[in-house]
């Protein structure tokens, strides 16, 4: 058996910059990786097939699974001979919030795979893998601090934000990620962000980076949930927040943990799905290994 985990990530950025024939966007993107991680445990069970589980979350078991896909493209990508394998998904991270919880499914498979199929693949050989089933995996592949651009798979690694706590909060209203790209593509141009991430990030600014949040996607959606959230956070003096991806999650930055823990109890008595976490300095890991 092993076990083993991806984080959930945060966009300090996200400016959808074109469109591809196929429909597919063309991003800039600052991605952050959060403590807030899933977990998977993998098994091999002799018989054949994938058989998929999970707790904390009700989604589909079988091959339009981000996590089945992920494991199929790992068989097919290494030549290994498809053993039967029970895959069981431990949720964290709610659906629907932008913070790329399939994705890390789908990330914490590949690298629990890597180990038990024995295959000693590098990071840049798992992130091949990962974005054929996922923009996001990558990403979760690898974690810390990254630009995104393409698809949002080409990655270039970024210094560590300093320090800091982020509080998450998802208010009970979601969009698809196909609607609120369909919001972008009937929208007027959006504005470039006053501050670049890139710049505050490579500076070692917290306040700077807490000051450059933007996103296209919280401009065009305009989902009143986020607004409420928002509000509360600076009620609480947040340096800054912003929704995360398309939608819905909104998060804070804050530059100590007790401020950070009373924005944490604020919301906490009005929305179900609030954490505090920090930055996390790495991708997807095994866990343990028991064989």
């Known amino acids: 058996m092993v076990r083993a985990s991806a984080p959930a990530k945060i966009n300090l950025s996200l400016k959808v910059t074109g469109r591809r024939d196929d429909g597919y966007h063309f991003i800039h993107t600052v991605m952050q990786a959060v403590s ?17 589980s999970m ?3 009700k ?8 996590a089945y896909r992920a494991a199929d493209a790992f068989f097919e990508y290494t030549g290994i001979k498809a053993f039967g394998i029970d895959i069981k998904i431990h949720k964290t991270v709610p659906i629907g919030a932008g913070l790329a919880g399939g994705s ?8 629990g795979l890597n180990a038990l199929a ?11 893998i990962g974005a054929q089933v996922g923009a996001d995996v990558p990403f979760c592949i690898l974690g810390g601090t990254a630009l995104a651009t393409g698809v949002g798979t080409d990655l270039t690694v970024l210094p560590p934000i300093p320090d800091c706590f982020f509080v998450i909060a998802k208010p009970e209203e979601s969009i698809s990620t196909a609607e609120a790209y369909r919001l972008i593509d009937s929208a007027d141009s959006m504005p470039d962000p006053a501050v670049s991430i890139e710049d505050a990030v490579k500076a070692g600014d917290i306040l700077m980076v807490a000051r450059g949040l933007s996103n296209d996607f919280e401009t065009v959606t305009n989902l009143p949930g986020v607004g409420d959230i ?13 929704m995360t991806g398309s939608g819905s999650a909104v998060f804070a930055i804050f530059s100590d943990r007790d401020t950070a823990e009373r924005c944490k109890t604020a919301l906490q008595s009005g929305y179900k799905d609030v954490f505090l976490c920090l930055p996390d300095r790495e991708g997807a890991r095994v866990e343990q290994e028991n064989y």
């Open 36 to 52: 807030v991680r899933e977990t998977v445990e993998l098994k091999k069970n002799g018989k054949s097939g994938i058989d998929l």
């Open 55 to 57: 707790t904390g979350a």
């Open 59 to 66: 989604l589909s078991p079988d091959v339009t699974n981000i």
């Open 104 to 111: 890390a499914d789908a990330a914490a498979v590949l690298a």
């Open 118 to 128: 024995d295959a000693r693949l590098p990071v840049s050989e798992l992130c091949k």
């Open 230 to 242: 928002k509000r509360i956070m600076e009620q609480n003096k947040a340096l800054g927040c912003r």
